[in-house]
C-alpha cells in the first residue's frame, strides 16, 4: 500500500530551480506533518525542511533562505520549491508524514525518494 509518492527531481544546472511534490493518501493528512529528507551521497540522512499541520516550517541552516516547504490540504500534497541550487543539494530526496494517533502512538510513512542531481 503506497502512501507518499514523490516527484519533481531530476538533473538541473547550477543555480536552477526544481519544485518537489509529494502525494500522499495517508489518512488525517491535515494533521499530519510533512517533512523533506536527503540522502547525499557519504552523508547520513538529513531533515532538509519541516511543515506542521498548522503550517508552522522548519528548515535546516543549508536550505532555509533558498528552500520553501508548503502544503495543500485539498490536495493532500506537499510541496517543496528549491531554488538557487548548488552541487551540495544532490541527493535522493525523500518526503515523510509523522503524526501521533489517539494513543500518542507515532504513525509515520515514508515515500520512494526522487534522485535530484545539481551540476556544476
Known amino acids: 500500500q503506497v502512501h507518499l509518492v514523490e516527484s519533481g527531481g531530476g538533473l538541473v544546472q547550477a543555480g536552477r530551480s526544481l519544485r518537489l511534490s509529494c502525494a500522499s493518501s495517508?489518512?488525517?493528512?491535515?494533521?499530519?506533518?510533512m517533512n523533506w529528507y536527503r540522502h547525499a551521497p557519504v552523508k547520513e540522512l538529513e531533515l532538509v525542511a519541516g511543515i506542521t499541520s498548522a503550517g508552522r516550517t522548519n528548515y535546516a541552516d543549508s536550505t532555509k533562505d533558498r528552500f520553501t516547504i508548503s502544503r495543500d490540504n485539498a490536495k493532500r500534497t506537499a510541496y517543496l520549491q528549491m531554488n538557487s541550487l548548488k552541487p551540495e543539494d544532490t541527493g535522493v530526496y525523500y518526503c515523510?508524514?509523522?503524526?501521533?494517533?489517539?494513543?500518542?502512538?507515532?504513525?509515520?510513512?515514508w515515500g520512494q525518494g526522487t534522485q535530484v542531481t545539481v551540476s556544476s
Open positions: 515523510n508524514a509523522y503524526r501521533t494517533d489517539g494513543l500518542g502512538r507515532s504513525v509515520e510513512y
Open positions: 495517508v489518512i488525517f493528512f491535515g494533521i499530519t506533518t
